[in-house]
């Protein structure tokens, strides 16, 4: 059927900031879902809280409100446009909770809005853990054991009835948040507590733990005919027990037999079709007994859910755009397959390769949290890794986690000791994977590892012939004595030329150097959703080790972005908002634009947004190789944050080019003695410093700058690791962890201003001229990362005169550290004294909310600079903001009870929103203004 005609206006409802639970996955749903829309000439508004995010910008949408998310917002909007239709599925469970809060208010009646894709009697009752549970029976299926408590006294009468161990399941919550398993009666007081203060209706489901069951998800899409498809089943690597945003996942499902996939499949369909009438997405998770293949239902999201994303990337199938076009009434065989344009989207993607999603965790940052795992998602990101092999993918996966392995082990991060080894395995942490391996490498028998962690002894065997391969290459004395087929074996299983080089004692050039001299490198097949079924022009490829390139180079001139990898505290979305809008502006400017990242919950790492797509992690290895094949007029690091911008010394080494701002300016910047050296010679104050390689120098540049100091690493991201000390004690003892986690890495020791303001200045250098984009006062005192501080723009209570020297500064450093491009300045001012703290050569993470702010394009403006294709002259820049807008961090300590909450100079927040005011006197800002005395350095 053709789609309906009365829709020419749509409302979607984003999902807010950052928090663990729900990222910048619906923010790529979001902004998929407005395009689609658009694309049928349906005039979209959207409304958002969160400034860093691509859906938030006016290339996304017609109408952008950055409004907090409430129904009065809601009703504004309703009163300013004519709204046909809104869209809730596309912003999570906040979004959802949204819609039904304003439909109980008859806010749709009222304003005669149709809601589309989603049916609240089904969102109801698929968050009605009682009635899902009856209804999945109804349909002759199994659920695990289980009655619902409202109160105290019915959750210990549930707890006798079913016996432990046993799940407490809050309802209508976010991420798992409140849940967990209870092992034994004398844990379960506490729990059921915890999960009844969790749901906002004091309802939880008591439910018998199926732990050691084996756990997987499918994504399924659904049209007005009840025509259903299922577009990817993900199987978790990790049993029951863990929610599934904190296990490694594989699509497709590797240890599932042929009759219990049909079983999945159908028990899905007749469960999709079974609630309500609504056409869009939904999100089936399923539980199998490994001993005979018993299967009971989990839940299902009847919406685009927090897995659509990774979904959508690891098949090629475009999920959220489809559902938005469902959503309007369109079929699925009316509608074209994205990728192939000749077959329709009524099919289920085949895959020809294997994918492996992990996660990405901080609990650095959350002192006194607990690291194990379990139903309560802690995650803050995620990586996907794409090879032919489910070796290759995990390998590459661990590549991409940004935290510092050369693959699945084989490097110099391994555990030796067997006890603490076999107790991480029982304990799950987020290292567990790694001591997986360790327990392998170590002898410890597969069944043994298996029985600790559950997990399917088919992944145990094939880490098991990563360890043999590991101890046959460990035979040979030099790269030039491995056999070319060995080689290449070790190639295609993924290993990196590091872990080569480690396990062989050697450098790692000399491994580059011996396979390149074999011949043996990486060639690029491409993501088509058929299996090569059908032909296709989708330009998003991922590396192996084949014979077949399948990636080839025109002859257009190219420039390469290196995205942010995964979300982490200090470096979230902001980042990829940055590089989407680089892209579009070498789009604008005539060059091919090549996208290099490994974050699938990002719009970046969409097949249509970039000229070409490599979804590969930004690991040298694998740019290196990207290089060599395309052979762009250079690389841009400038916008994805601290991840990129690491690179940058080795594109420099190797003679590789680096678009705008030069490597020697980047560490000039970075380098805190050749930093204050500059600050030292062009008059700029700055606190008193010093730069030590051990605890003696340490102590020593403490006592000359005196105390309080603040200490922290070079080149670091949020804050990492940084800390006020107030004695040669504490310093001793922070020193020595740095260096214990850091070893090559250097101390740097400033002389802290107490009770000084902190401010920020945000500009684009073309060489000659500076253009000020905004200038933030951060309300919170100087010693809380800027990243945990709200801000103002434009300031509020600096003197004019602090205000211009920041100009001044600002001005000059861009100059004299050769900046073209973006860069970052950070002030303290104390007795009207301006301080200059760092500056960051880069996008920082106020980048997007300048721009938002202001309604201008900087990124494209900053990206043209760079390219080198116009002047600041070029551009006639017109700042429109009435009043102030106000950064605000949001946190997830939710998620870590017990964790010290205490603000300081190490970023702690996951997500940030926007608030708009008229003045001083808003009631929004007399709050957080009356808070700022509350807040202690320390």
């Known amino acids: 059927m053709p789609r309906d005609t009365s829709i020419q206006s749509v409302l979607i409802i984003g999902s807010g900031p950052i928090i663990i639970g729900q990222a910048c996955e619906f923010d790529y749903s979001g902004t998929q879902a407005s395009r689609s829309l658009r694309e049928e000439g349906i005039e979209v508004s959207l409304i958002n809280s969160n400034p860093a995010t691509i859906m938030t910008d006016p290339v996304t949408a017609d109408h952008i409100y950055l409004l907090p998310l409430t129904v009065e917002s809601l009703e504004k909007i309703l009163q300013e446009r004519k709204i046909d239709a809104v869209l809730a599925t596309m912003g999570g469970q906040t979004a959802l909770n949204l819609a039904i809060d304003a439909g109980k208010h008859g806010l749709w009646e009222k304003y005669n809005v149709k809601l589309i894709g989603v049916d609240l009697e089904a969102i109801e009752l698929a968050e009605n853990r009682e009635a899902f549970k009856k209804h999945v029976v109804s349909l002759g299926m199994n659920v695990a054991p289980s009655y619902i408590a409202n109160s105290f006294l019915e959750g210990k009468d549930a707890s006798q009835k079913i016996g432990f161990p046993l799940v407490i399941r809050p309802s209508y919550t976010l991420g798992g948040t409140g849940g967990g398993f209870v092992m034994n009666e004398e844990d379960f007081d506490e729990a059921l507590r915890r999960g009844l203060n969790a749901s906002p209706t004091h309802e939880v489901l008591v439910e018998k733990a199926v732990l050691g069951w084996k756990e997987y998800e499918l994504e399924l899409l659904r049209d007005d005919m009840n025509n259903v498809v299922i577009i990817c089943t993900v199987e978790n690597l990790d049993p029951m027990g863990i929610h599934t945003g904190d296990s490694i996942t594989v699509a497709p499902a590797m240890t599932l037999s042929d009759k219990a996939f049909q079983q999945m499949r159908n028990d899905a369909i007749l469960m999709m079709r079974s609630l309500g009438n609504f056409a869009g997405g939904c999100n089936v998770q399923f539980a199998l007994n490994p001993e005979n293949e018993e299967l009971i239902a989990i839940e299902i999201n009847p919406r685009v859910s927090r897995s659509s994303a990774l979904a959508s990337k690891a098949t090629g199938y475009p999920i959220a755009k489809v559902a938005a076009k469902l959503a309007i009434g369109y079929t699925l065989d009316e509608l074209k397959n994205q990728i192939t344009k000749t077959t329709s989207a009524f099919f289920e993607p085949t895959l020809d390769y294997v994918i492996v999603k992990m996660p990405r965790w901080n609990f650095e940052k959350f002192y006194g949290a607990d690291n194990q795992l379990g139903l309560q998602m802690k995650s803050v990101g995620e990586v996907m890794a794409i090879g032919r092999t489910f070796q290759e993918a995990l390998q590459k996966a661990c590549q991409s986690q940004e935290n510092g392995r050369a693959g699945l082990g084989a490097d110099k991060k391994e555990w030796i000791k067997t006890d603490d080894i076999l107790n991480r395995l029982e304990k799950v942490s987020d290292d567990r994977i790694y001591r997986v391996r360790d327990a392998l490498r170590l002898g410890v028998p597969i069944r043994t590892v298996e029985k600790l962690t559950k997990i399917d002894p088919w992944y145990l065997h094939q880490i098991k012939d990563l360890i043999t391969m590991e101890e046959k290459l460990g035979r040979f004395n030099i790269p030039e004595d491995i056999p070319f087929e060995f080689f290449k074996e070790l190639k295609v299983a993924g290993y990196s030329d590091a872990q080569i080089a480690w396990v062989m004692r050697v450098d790692e050039e000399a491994v580059t150097k011996q396979r390149k001299k074999l011949g043996i490198t990486r060639k690029y097949k491409m993501v088509d959703t058929c299996a090569a079924e059908?032909?296709?022009?989708?330009?998003?490829?991922?590396?192996?080790?084949?014979?077949?390139?399948?990636?080839?180079?025109?002859?257009?001139?190219?420039?390469?972005?290196?995205?942010?990898?995964?979300?982490?505290?200090?470096?979230?979305?902001?980042?990829?908002?940055?590089?989407?809008?680089?892209?579009?502006?070498?789009?604008?400017?005539?060059?091919?634009?090549?996208?290099?990242?490994?974050?699938?919950?990002?719009?970046?790492?969409?097949?249509?947004?970039?000229?070409?797509?490599?979804?590969?992690?930004?690991?040298?290895?694998?740019?290196?190789?990207?290089?060599?094949?395309e052979k762009p007029e250079g690389i841009i690091v400038q916008l994805g944050g601290q991840t990129a911008l690491k690179l940058a010394e080795k594109f420099h080494q190797k003679g590789i080019k680096i678009i705008g701002t030069s490597f020697n300016s980047m560490d000039l910047a970075e380098d805190r003695g050749r930093f204050s050296d500059l600050l030292k010679d062009e008059n700029i104050p700055y606190p008193k410093y010093g730069v030590g390689n051990d605890v003696d120098k340490a102590l020593e540049i403490a006592n000359e700058v005196t105390y309080p100091v603040l200490v922290r690493p070079s080149y670091v991201l949020g804050g990492q690791r940084m800390r006020i000390v107030i004695n040669d004690d504490e310093l001793e003892r922070h020193v020595l962890s740095i260096f214990k986690h850091m070893p090559d890495n250097k101390v740097l020791i400033d002389q802290f201003l107490e009770r000084a303001k902190e401010a920020e200045i945000d500009a684009i250098c073309d060489g000659e001229d500076v253009h000020i984009m905004g200038i933030m006062e951060h309300i919170e005192p100087a010693g809380i990362h800027s990243g945990d501080s709200s801000a103002m723009l434009p300031p509020y209570s600096i003197s004019e005169t602090s205000i211009e020297k920041m100009k001044k500064y600002t001005k000059q450093l861009a100059i004299a550290l050769g900046i073209k491009g973006l860069i970052n300045i950070q002030f303290a001012i104390k007795d009207d004294k301006v301080y200059v703290i760092e500056a960051n050569p880069r996008a920082s993470r106020t980048t997007p909310f300048i721009a938002k702010a202001y309604k201008v394009p900087y990124l494209n403006i900053a990206t043209k600079v760079m390219l080198g294709i116009n002047k600041l002259k070029d551009f006639e820049v017109t700042k429109k903001l009435n009043g102030y807008a106000i950064k605000v961090p949001v946190f997830s300590f939710n998620k870590f009870p017990g964790v010290d909450k205490q603000l300081g100079p190490e970023m702690k927040s996951t997500g940030e929103a926007i608030r708009f005011i008229d003045d001083l006197n808003d009631p929004f800002f007399r709050k957080l203004d009356s808070e700022r005395s509350m807040y202690l350095t320390r």
């Open 534 to 629: 059908f032909e296709a022009q989708t330009p998003y490829f991922y590396s192996t080790f084949e014979d077949e390139n399948e990636s080839i180079p025109s002859d257009k001139k190219k420039i390469i972005v290196l995205g942010s990898g995964p979300n982490r505290i200090g470096q979230g979305i902001e980042f990829d908002y940055c590089c989407v809008h680089g892209i579009l502006a070498i789009k604008e400017a005539g060059y091919e634009a090549i996208m290099v990242n490994c974050n699938p919950e990002t719009v970046s790492t969409d097949f249509d947004i970039a000229d070409k797509l490599y979804f590969e992690p930004v690991y040298w290895e694998h740019i290196e190789e990207i290089i060599d094949l």
